[in-house]
């Protein structure tokens, strides 16, 4: 029972888009409107409202996937393969949301909020952010929705070839599914390139 609730109130809890309500009750700025690809997500809400409530999205975007997961790994075994909906619940919630489905956004915040989540396990956490910074400045892949596709996909095999609990293993996959499902289908037919970082010189 300790699975399926820290699963619903995963769900339930990812599937409050703060970046979508903030900035509209704070500032009047509906972000999947006013936004090129139509994503209720952190960028956006930085783009639209400002570094305040930019900043505040992330907090909340995180702690919505930080918390359910934190908890319940307090109070269920992380090892148990039951633990990968639990893992899984937030990001599905940001991607589908149970109030309205099709304005879910890309789960790239609340994916991080998860893995922190597992804390003091933190290896998860660490290969998504590697490989985040190595696609942003030593491999350059641009656009961004290619750069967090093939971020996505590579976290999702290093953890799996390095974490030792299957449980994390699946979970890694299955975050990275969701994640990488959502770019594809806001992909608005931007080119892909991809550069070697090189610092200017004076």
Known sequence: MNYLFFTLTGYLSGSVLYAYWLPKLLCGK????????????????????GVF????VLF????????????????????????????????????????DYKKGGKAIAVSFG???????ICRPVLI???????YSLVIVIEPHIFRSVVTFFTFSVLNF?????????????????VVI?????????ETFSMRLFRPRHP
Do not use: R, W
């Open 161 to 177: 070839l390095t974490c030792s609990l299957p449980s994390l293993c699946f979970s890694g996959v299955a975050i990275s599914a």
């Open 181 to 189: 499902f959502k770019h594809l289908e806001k992909y608005q037919g």
């Open 128 to 134: 998504l952010a590697a490989a985040y910074l190595s």
């Open 60 to 99: 909340c975007e995180l702690s919505k996937g930080f918390l359910p997961v934190y908890f319940a790994a307090k109070h269920a075994a992380v090892e148990s393969m039951l633990f990968i909906p639990v893992v899984l619940a937030p990001v599905l919630g940001h991607a589908f949301p149970i109030f």
């Open 30 to 49: 509906n972000v999947i409107e006013i936004s090129n690809d139509n994503n209720p997500g952190t960028a956006n809400a930085y783009k639209s409202s």
């Open 53 to 56: 409530i930019g900043t505040l």
């Open 114 to 120: 998860v893995l922190l989540g597992l804390f003091p």
